[in-house]
Every structure is written in C-alpha cells, then in structure tokens.
T-cell receptor, first 113, second 113 residues
C-alpha cells in the first residue's frame, strides 16, 4: 500500500538548537500533511499541518515545508526546549477508496538542557 | 476531553478469545479510524470509515473486524485470528476524512495472557 517514510528515528539536540525531521510519501494524490506530537503516555496531538497548495507554514517556533514535486515534507523546530521532547509523527492523506491518514514510524526527539 | 472516548484503558484477553474495543465520539465527525501502535512501528491503519454503514480495510486489517452502525460509534473487534494482538490501539475521528485533522482517543492497551 501507500507509505510514508520518516527520518531520523531518533534525534538528540541541546536546548536552543534546531531540530529537523523529514518525511517522504508515495501517493502523488496526497494533499494534506499533518504533524503530530505524542508525549509519553498521552494521545497524539496535532501541532501543525500543511496542504498541497502551500509550500511553507510557520507557527511560532515550528515550521513545515512541502516539496510536492519531490514528494517530501519536513518539520523544523527552532530554539528547542526540554518540553519539546516527545515522539513526532508525520502523516499524509491517502486518496484510495475515501481518505485516511497514513503515518510515518515516528521520531523520538530528546532535548537536553 | 477531546470528545472522543475509548474504553477500557487496559484490557486483558486470553488466547483464542475475541474482544471488542469501544470508541465513541461526540464531535459530529463523519470519519473514524482505528490505528495500532507498536514500539518503532508508528501508527498503522487497521480500518477506517467515512460514513455510517461503510468502512474500508487499512494496511493491517487481517484478524480484525469493525462496524459503523451509528455515526458516534466505531467498535473494533480483535478476533482469535489476529496472530499478535498485544498492542496499543488508538481510535481517531475527523470531520470529513483524511484531509482534515484527526482527533485521537486516549487509547486501549490490549494484552493477551
């Protein structure tokens, strides 16, 4: 089936550094790309999303970029803080037989102070 | 708490038994989803439903069944045919399918004993 590849699987940074997580997708009809943050023992929650008609979107310290031609999108976190430590998932909408979100395998981000 | 409720939080099942996980939402969302989360595997799609009385298989539907008799409810049955059912199961809903934000329940941890 369609899939979403996410890299890296783990990422360790110092507080104040930037963090970048990258994803690629295979379904050229995908048009919605959300990012979710899952803290330990909690449910995934949306932190930012982007649609295919936009190349970049920013919300304070978080930004997402999308390259539809190359079928990849990235999450950028600047000025990282310890509370940014969590598992981050990218996802892409699946157009086959109605739609659903297909998720990457996740990136465990650790921010040390 | 997010309008989507999963129960129970923890569930134990003996091998060979079927078990049903509950998922209810009061967000008036049309679409609902079931994902399975295993360490290092991300969120894998089991089944999804865009409207009442209709649902589609995801990537790992074997050994699972669902029903969508009401808009608010999307129960998942883990059958004895599922070879490795021990996992964390997440239910989600969205307003109009995979092109809109998915809201997750708190999850059910199923353990086969």
């Amino acid at each position: 089936g369609e899939n979403v590849e996410q890299h890296p699987s783990t990422l360790s940074v110092q507080e104040g550094d930037s963090a970048v997580i990258k994803c690629t997708y295979s379904d050229s009809a995908s048009n919605y790309f959300p990012w979710y943050k899952q803290e330990l023992g909690k449910r995934p929650q949306l932190i930012i999303d982007i649609r295919s008609n936009v190349g970049e979107k920013k919300d304070q310290r978080i930004a997402v970029t999308l390259n539809k031609t190359a079928k990849h999108f990235s999450l950028h976190i600047t000025e990282t803080q310890p509370e940014d430590s969590a598992v981050y998932f990218c996802a892409a909408s699946l157009r086959q037989a109605g739609t659903a979100l297909i998720f990457g395998k996740g990136t465990t981000l650790s921010v040390s102070s | 708490d997010g309008g989507i409720t999963q129960s129970p939080k923890y569930l134990f099942r003996k091998e060979g038994q079927n078990v049903t996980l509950s998922c209810e939402q009061n967000l008036n969302h049309d679409a609902m989803y079931w994902y399975r989360q295993d360490p290092g595997q991300g969120l894998r799609l089991i089944y999804y439903s865009q409207i009442v009385n209709d649902f589609q298989k995801g990537d790992i539907a074997e050994g699972y069944s669902v029903s969508r008799e009401k808009k608010e409810s999307f129960p998942l049955t883990v059958t004895s045919a599922q070879k490795n059912p021990t996992a964390f199961y997440l239910c989600a809903s969205s307003l109009q399918g995979g092109d809109t934000e998915a809201f997750f329940g708190q999850g059910t941890r199923l353990t086969v004993v």
